[in-house]
T-cell receptor, first 115, second 117 residues
Framework: NAGVTQTPKFRVLKTGQSMTLLCAQDMNHEYMYWYRQDPGMGLRLIHYSVGEGTTAKGEVPDGYNVSRLKKQNFLLGLESAAPSQTSVYFC??????????????FGPGTRLTVL | GESVGLHLPTLSVQEGDNSIINCAYSNSASDYFIWYKQESGKGPQFIIDIRSNMDKRQGQRVTVLLNKTVKHLSLQIAATQPGDSAVYFCAETPSPRMGGGADGLTFGKGTHLIIQP
């Protein structure tokens, strides 16, 4: 199993440009998450999904949109990138077991710089 | 708002000694706690978790202790090795919502564990 993979690994954008980050998991997990990590900080939740076709806002959703058209993929979009969105982005997934929370498996991250 | 934090940003220990990393949380509704290890340039890696109905859980060389009275969580690493050098994060979440939905984890800022030879 590849686990959780993220594309691309690195990206540099100019202010106002748009891009989509792709997350894929091959563990058949129901739940998927997008986090951002800024220097010296823990991870903060942007958006999450509890199943195909459903998404919800996390702690810091502004400036981002997400889609979960397929169970194995979770896309994070930036419509108009801003320097404040310079960060490392992590995707994670977890399995559902009757309402009991389980560990999240993380991808390797995408380092995004907005100039 | 609710937060999860760590007491020390950096912890330096001698190789072979035991390490103790502490974490305080403020959300009394927190039900599930987890420790992650993050090496430079990599994503967080699961170490150990514990649910609120337990106060201790042991893994391979690691032990997590939960004190719900004072909202305190700790990670103990036995016989610390050079490969243990990383940033350690505690994270928590309340019980999943009705209907099976689940919020993401709330992370602390992390403790950088440095191993001295």
């Amino acid at each position: 199993n590849a686990g959780v993979t993220q594309t691309p690994k690195f990206r540099v954008l100019k202010t106002g440009q748009s891009m989509t980050l792709l997350c894929a998991q091959d563990m058949n997990h129901e739940y998927m998450y997008w986090y951002r990590q800024d220097p010296g900080m823990g991870l903060r939740l942007i958006h999450y999904s509890v199943g195909e076709g459903t998404t919800a806002k996390g702690e810091v959703p502004d400036g981002y949109n997400v889609s979960r058209l397929k169970k194995q993929n979770f896309l994070l979009g930036l419509e108009s990138a801003a320097p404040s969105q310079t960060s490392v982005y992590f995707c994670a997934s977890s399995y559902h077991s009757g309402g009991v929370y389980n560990e999240q498996f993380f991808g390797p991250g995408t380092r995004l710089t907005v100039l | 708002g609710e937060s999860v934090g760590l007491h020390l940003p950096t912890l330096s220990v001698q190789e072979g000694d035991n390490s103790i990393i502490n974490c305080a949380y403020s959300n009394s509704a927190s039900d599930y706690f987890i420790w992650y290890k993050q090496e430079s340039g990599k994503g967080p890696q699961f170490i150990i978790d514990i649910r609120s109905n337990m106060d201790k859980r042991q893994g391979q060389r690691v032990t997590v202790l939960l004190n719900k009275t004072v909202k305190h969580l700790s990670l103990q690493i036995a016989a610390t090795q050079p490969g243990d050098s990383a940033v350690y994060f505690c994270a928590e979440t309340p019980s999943p919502r009705m209907g099976g939905g689940a919020d993401g984890l709330t992370f602390g800022k992390g403790t950088h564990l440095i191993i001295q030879p």
